[in-house]
């Protein structure tokens, strides 16, 4: 009987929150491991905060807080660092095994009577670190343990153990902390923390893979500096400041709420068991407001309103313990600190980054969360330490810094507010068709009007958009507004639009889904099935064996290739459906077809499932397939090849950039990889012998990859011997600038880069100039030979101003350099002038000096007397010019030099054309061997 209801609980768990085969332990570990994290914080949280204030004292508190705030951002910098060198698993590792024995020593220092009053510092200090590092590491792990389809259904589950701990280690602290007294507690914690070790131990052991540590690291990585993308950004800057204040305010009533508690309860254990209670009561007052109120209010007055609602609560708060500073009107304003901020207010700054692109969305949001808190907690101190330490003022003078900093916190959420919509109305406006663009939203109520008017009338680029947005939210008043989409005519809105059903509340839409399992378009095919399988709480297994088992090859071929995508990285499902062996059958069945249209049908089945689910013992079938004599199929084994992300595969798609048939496929495989890709593209860039069209296609792979390794590799690249490799890859860094504005770009490499430039420019107008002189007294056969030779050169002298005009464009805004070059190269007088004009008053005074004269030269006869007298270039010897030019690396150059050399037949350069007889390169070894015989002169 027990067993039986066991199982039909668990049966009952699975359907409610759909919990996959293969999940639930995953998710019971996650669960448990967050669980044990929070509990123990919430025991030694009150712990230290009651030993402090009885050991050292309230007046001690804004020193502390400016202590935790300087050492918290250092270790912050540091640990980052330390991530470069060291394993996250390790890194988790060596984080429980340093915290558990402090915390066993301090409970031991505290028994034997040896805990001075540094050791309750480096405690608090050690217990604010702890909680950074701990939750930061749980996070990155989750997102390891979970792919991104597993991780938007279970979160919240996963969630749900933070809160469990949140509201359990608070209320243990509350009961036990006068019976056991505040050092035993310490020693509850360590043993909870110990059970967490295990359990990380547990769910690195069997469920992370050096696949997903790979697949990780490509969007892990520091990008940039978040700092000068949150400068560039008003509605970033007012977010910051938002958030600054809140912090600020939060560290005040704090104070406060610490002050009034302190005076009132004089026992350290009692304390401790007061402010354990009240951190598990504000938490779940907190969790009620989430369920029943927050979407209500967030919802019906939209996100600028509901900004006011923390400020205008903690305003209230704060006149209430002006006029009277008693223990329960601290105990109101912590109430709405702690339980508007985690619910109305975290839900309404979540909502506020909505319009931010994404490439710098995540980035500076983490920023914001990390070093803004860090920051503010910092200044939260000062400022207590200049009313309190240093004024000697009352507690009621820090209520009046508190209303007056929330008359700020107002005006910054009156200008977000605009800042808001005028962002969704840019990136919807951006998203129109150029010839139809309207007001599409006018207050932050109508934002969501707005979105759905799109959903009906919107052009392909605006859903999309829209799509996006929900989906990224899980929008749900939205997401049934997106149900007639499912008939558009675009491929990649339907698969956009199945992506936001997904997390349809409704599970009967189920029916609405079933008739794309036939659509013409593979990937909407795919969808619908994970949005079908989302849907189906009942009998899951049995309908994912009906649907592989189905007659139709188009709907089984959708439930295979979609269940090797949701198995990516789920072994445990992997293995219960046996998905290689269906693979395996699969391809014994091709054998036996005889029809191509259904044989071709069953080879993109196989490798696009092979592909989606890295299964890794059916690599071989890719390499057959890429020989498959139909083009499509060997289209679909280059895509297969980029989602399982495998680097063995990285040098065949290179292989296949050169031909135009398979090149953007070829491009878009390799972009899966992410910072991967890059020391591949290093090694075969260096490598001798590869040929100038594939080259130059190179840089271009960078231009999607968001990290500072991208910006790394196309600096290298810019010194590359090919001047077209040069200019390509200087294209591609500013392509990658403009995509990811976030991105740091060294001025002073920039800077040094368009020196070169310059000085190769004037070196090439020299040798131009002196060839120029040269033929004039050149007969027909030499004429000829040096004509090619200068032609050469007059290309070099173009290239090099616009790899110049390029780097400058990294320098200053591409919009500001972009118009310059074109009016350069105009054939009008006056547009020329107004270009050099604009450049002079937008270009530095260094660079000015260098570069002005060298843009009026090219207005006119580069290789003038004129141009060559203003530039201060010293014309060099016809010697000297042989020389610097076989001595430099353009090998079209050096043919053309040796061929002048043949024609002059002048002996005297016959040691230059005999080095050539040595030269690795076959070209020049032939031209040399066949100029020699001509120098007899």
Request: one cysteine or more; glycine letters at 6%; a neutral charge.
């Amino acid at each position: 009987m027990l067993p039986r209801l066991a199982d039909s609980g668990l049966d009952l768990l699975r359907r409610t929150f759909d919990i996959r085969p293969g999940e639930f332990r995953r998710v019971s570990l996650m669960g448990a491991n967050i669980f044990l994290i929070i509990s123990t914080l919430m025991i030694i949280k009150p712990v230290i905060n009651a030993l402090f204030l009885s050991y050292v004292g309230v007046k001690s508190l804004p020193s502390l807080f400016l202590m935790v705030a300087s050492i918290a951002m250092i270790v912050s910098v540091l640990y980052a660092r330390a991530l470069t060198r060291i394993s996250l698993h390790k890194m988790i590792l060596r984080t429980y095994q340093v915290s558990i024995p402090a915390m066993i020593l301090t409970g031991l220092l505290l028994h034997l009577g040896m805990a001075g009053k540094w050791v309750i510092y480096a405690f608090y200090i050690g217990e604010v670190i702890f909680a950074l590092l701990t939750t930061s590491q749980f996070w990155i792990l989750a997102n390891l343990v979970f792919n991104p389809l597993e991780a938007k259904r279970l979160f919240s589950l996963v969630g749900a153990g933070a809160i469990a701990g949140g509201v359990m280690g608070g209320y243990l602290t509350s009961v036990f902390a006068p019976i056991l007294s505040n050092e035993n507690l310490l020693f509850m914690a360590a043993a909870l923390l110990a059970g967490g070790f295990f359990v990380n131990r547990t769910i690195w052991r069997d469920y992370i893979t050096p696949e997903q540590i790979l697949s990780s690291k490509k969007t892990s990585e520091l990008q940039g500096n978040p700092l000068q993308v949150i400068k560039k950004s008003r509605h970033l800057t007012l977010l910051a400041l938002i958030v600054g204040i809140g912090i600020v305010i939060s560290k005040l009533v704090e104070y406060q709420y610490s002050a009034l508690a302190s005076a009132a309860i004089p026992d350290a254990d009692n304390l401790a068991a007061f402010f354990g209670f009240w951190f598990s009561t504000f938490n779940i007052i907190s969790l009620i407001i989430q369920i029943f109120i927050t979407r209500r209010v967030v919802g019906i007055y939209g996100v600028g309103k509901s900004l006011f609602v923390l400020p205008m609560a903690l305003f209230g708060g704060a006149t209430l313990l002006l006029i009277t500073p008693v223990l329960w009107a601290g105990i109101a304003l912590k109430l709405f600190d702690v339980s508007i901020k985690q619910s109305i207010n975290k839900a309404a700054v979540e909502l506020l980054v909505l319009p931010i692109p994404l490439a710098t969305k995540s980035q500076a949001k983490t920023f914001i969360d990390v070093f803004v808190d860090t920051a503010a907690t910092g200044v939260g101190g000062l400022l207590l330490l200049f009313l309190i330490n240093g004024l000697d003022l009352p507690l009621r003078a820090v209520s009046l810094l508190i209303m007056v900093l929330i008359g700020f916190w107002i005006w910054c959420a009156l200008e977000i507010r605009k800042e808001y919509i005028r962002s969704f109305q840019e990136n919807l406006t951006a998203s129109a068709d150029p010839k139809k663009k309207e007001k599409l939203v006018g207050s932050d109520v109508s934002v969501l009007e707005g979105m759905r008017r799109v959903l009906q009338t919107g052009s392909e680029r605006q859903l999309l958009f829209v799509l996006g947005k929900i989906e990224e939210l899980k929008e749900i008043r939205l997401i049934p507004d997106t149900l007639p989409l499912l008939d558009h005519a675009s491929d990649a809105v339907r698969v956009a639009t199945l992506r936001c059903l997904y997390f349809h509340p409704d599970n009967s839409i189920k029916t609405q889904l079933t008739p794309l399992l036939h659509d013409p378009d593979a990937e909407v095919r795919y969808h619908a099935f994970t949005a079908i399988l989302r849907h189906s709480r009942r009998d899951r297994v049995n309908l994912i064996n009906q649907y592989l088992n189905h007659a139709d090859p188009v709907i089984n071929g959708a439930a295979l290739v979609g269940l090797a995508m949701e198995s990516r990285n789920n072994p445990e499902m992997r293995r219960l459906f046996q998905i290689e062996d269906l693979v395996v059958d699969k391809t014994h069945y091709l054998a036996l077809l005889k029809d191509e249209d259904t044989r071709r049908l069953y080879k993109i089945m196989i490798i696009r499932a092979i592909g989606h689910g890295r299964i890794q013992g059916q690599y071989g079938l890719l390499d057959r397939f890429l020989h498959d004599e139909e083009p499509q199929v060997l289209q679909e084994v280059l895509l297969a090849m980029g989602d399982a992300e495998d680097p063995a595969f990285i040098p065949i798609l290179i292989h296949y950039l050169p031909a135009k048939e398979t090149r953007e496929i070829a491009r878009k495989a390799l972009s899966q990889f992410g910072t991967a890709l890059l020391p591949d593209l290093q090694a075969f860039m260096s490598s001798p012998g590869q040929p100038s069209e594939l080259l130059r296609l190179i840089p271009s792979l960078a231009e999607g990859i968001n990290a500072p390794q991208a910006v790394t590799f196309l600096f290298a690249m810019i010194g590359h011997a090919d001047v077209s490799v040069r200019l390509a890859a200087l294209q591609s860094l500013l392509v990658l600038r403009k995509q990811f504005p976030n991105l740091y770009i060294s001025e002073k490499e920039t800077i040094k880069l368009i020196m070169n430039e310059t000085h190769l420019y004037k070196n090439t107008l020299g040798n131009l100039y002196t060839q120029k002189r040269l033929e004039e007294s050149d007969d027909q056969p030499t004429q000829q030979a040096r004509q090619a030779l200068i032609s050469l050169l007059e290309r070099r002298l173009d290239g090099t101003l616009e790899r110049i005009f390029h780097l400058l464009g990294l320098r200053y805004l591409p919009s500001q350099i972009d118009p310059v070059y074109e009016g350069i190269k105009a054939n009008n007088p006056d547009v020329r002038f107004n270009a050099v004009e604009f450049l002079d008053n937008i270009l530095e005074p260094d660079l000015k000096k260098i570069l002005i004269p060298i843009v009026e030269s090219a207005l006119i006869d580069p290789a003038s007397d004129a141009a060559i007298l203003r530039l201060n270039v010293k014309a060099p010897t016809e010697e000297d010019c042989f020389d610097q030019l076989l001595q430099g690396r353009d090998e079209k150059i050096k043919l053309a030099v040796i061929r002048v050399i043949s024609e002059t037949g002048l002996s005297l350069h016959r040691e230059r054309i005999e080095f050539f007889l040595h030269s690795t390169n076959p070209k020049l070894k032939m031209a040399a061997e066949d100029a020699l015989p001509h120098l007899v002169n």
